[in-house]
């Protein structure tokens, strides 16, 4: 029990008085008078409060919540008490989270039920516990505030930020999937599998009609082709310590793994299998399979993986995953290179490509692309952009290489890499390469 505003003021009150009393009887008699009935009506008060009142309470919170995005945790409380009660409640929300709205402070009628809420945005993937529930539930007369511990302790996994996901789903359903910078050109019966036969429509390629069936029939028949299927799409995740930076929020390992997630939807749409491996200080296999839970399960698989702080051995990486990988795949290197990576990459791609289509896609940080598009006004910019210009070229250089090689390379900001990764893979099914 603790003492509420309301007694600071009254206590402050008799205080004042007292001092009064000092220099009059008169208010002497009256202080004694006002001291024997705060006195009662503390006492009162502290007696009423111990007793808890009749009251029920439940959080409601999802199990798998998406970090970097707010979510809403619902508390429902219940007054079975016969009088109104003032409460003030903080939960205990895990401490990787970034909060809104607590504490609550809360007027339940009587015999009546309320539902509130507040926001939690975690910023750490990983399995995370609500602890139990702070209660201060006010006396009766008002003079006191009762600390209860309610609720029980509840775990949630924090999962990738797969509303990405949910939001290509909605813009696919609509066709306006070019606001989010995927071009999905209209290829209407064309592919490389053969799909059905249908009558001819203006404007389908004269290499398709089908010439016997229309002889047969008196009538154009057109051969409808459809992009391969069953094929296999194969991500090596890098979690090596170049993946630690961080544009503004999330680091580039969080944004190549919600970019990986995606694309793994996409794919499975497209009816191909996804898998992956993550190399760089973890080491993690999963193969390639294609059916309705196999999101879940990849999400399950990467939850608790974070960036490590060891070198990505991309040699070592390419040569486990040809050893483990013998259908011919597409396989999508998700890292952060540098110039002095060069040699290694160039050595594991060569291992890949003996079998598999490589794509690397190779994020670059923004407070290069920032710093280098502000003015030069004096010597210190002018050397640092030079910097800069050279150590781009670098990269430029180290990607054109690796083109030459035939690997299809992506140099991209992070925030840019779902839409350039789904726009590759859409380009490779359409070209046939794979």
């Known amino acids: 029990m603790r003492p509420s505003g309301i007694s600071i003021v009254v206590l402050t009150l008799m205080t004042v008085l007292a001092g009064a009393a000092a220099f009059s009887d008169g208010m002497a008699v009256i202080w004694k008078a006002a001291a024997a009935a705060v006195t009662g009506w503390f006492c009162l008060d502290f007696y009423l409060g111990t007793r808890l009142p009749d009251m029920e309470l439940k959080r409601t919170v999802k199990h798998s919540l998406p970090v970097g995005a707010w979510s809403k945790v619902v508390l429902e409380f219940k007054n079975l008490d016969a009088r109104m009660i003032l409460i003030k409640a903080h939960d ?20 009546k039920r309320l539902k509130t809420f507040y926001d939690i945005r975690p910023f750490k993937k990983g399995d995370m516990v609500f602890g139990r529930i702070d209660l201060f ?13 309610c609720g029980k302790t509840e775990a949630v996994k924090v999962l990738p930020n797969f509303r990405q996901i949910k939001n290509y789903t909605l813009l696919a359903a609509d066709n306006r999937l070019s606001r989010i910078g995927i071009l999905k050109k209209p290829r209407r019966g064309e592919g490389n599998d053969f799909h059905q036969l249908r009558d001819y429509r203006a404007g389908d390629p004269f290499r398709q009609i089908d010439w016997n069936k229309t002889s047969r029939y008196l009538k154009l028949i057109t051969k409808e082709y459809q992009d391969e299927r069953d094929q296999q799409i194969l991500f090596l995740l890098d979690c090596g310590r170049r993946m630690r930076h961080a544009d503004d929020r999330d680091t580039h390992f969080d944004q190549a ?9 996409v794919a499975l749409k497209q009816e191909d299998a996804v898998g992956f491996m993550v190399f760089g200080g973890i080491q993690k296999w999963f193969p390639p399979r294609k ?18 702080t060891e070198a990505a051995d991309y040699l070592s990486a390419a040569k486990s995953l040809a050893t483990l990988q013998k259908k011919r795949s597409l396989v999508i290197i998700l890292t952060n290179t540098r110039d002095e990576d060069f040699d290694d990459l160039l050595g594991a791609v060569k291992v890949l490509k003996k079998k598999h289509l490589v794509v690397l896609a190779d994020l670059r940080e923004k407070i290069i692309d920032e710093t280098m598009a502000q003015n030069v006004t004096d010597l210190d910019s002018a050397v640092l952009y030079h910097a800069l210009t050279d150590y781009r070229e670098r990269l430029n250089k ?27 893979y859409l380009n490779v099914k359409a070209s046939g390469k794979l």
């Open 92 to 111: 205990h929300h895990p401490e990787d989270c970034h909060c809104k709205g607590l504490p609550l402070e809360l007027a339940l009628p009587q015999g």
């Open 137 to 149: 539930i006010r006396s009766p007369l008002a003079l006191w505030w009762r600390k209860e511990t």
């Open 257 to 265: 793994l919600n970019a990986m997630l995606l694309l793994c939807h």
């Open 291 to 308: 059916n309705v839970n196999t999101i879940r399960h990849i999400l399950n698989q990467v939850y608790t993986l974070h960036p490590t």
């Open 398 to 424: 180290n990607h054109r290489a690796l083109s030459h090689h035939g690997i299809i390379s992506i140099n991209t900001l992070a925030e840019a890499l779902p839409a350039r990764l789904v726009n590759e």
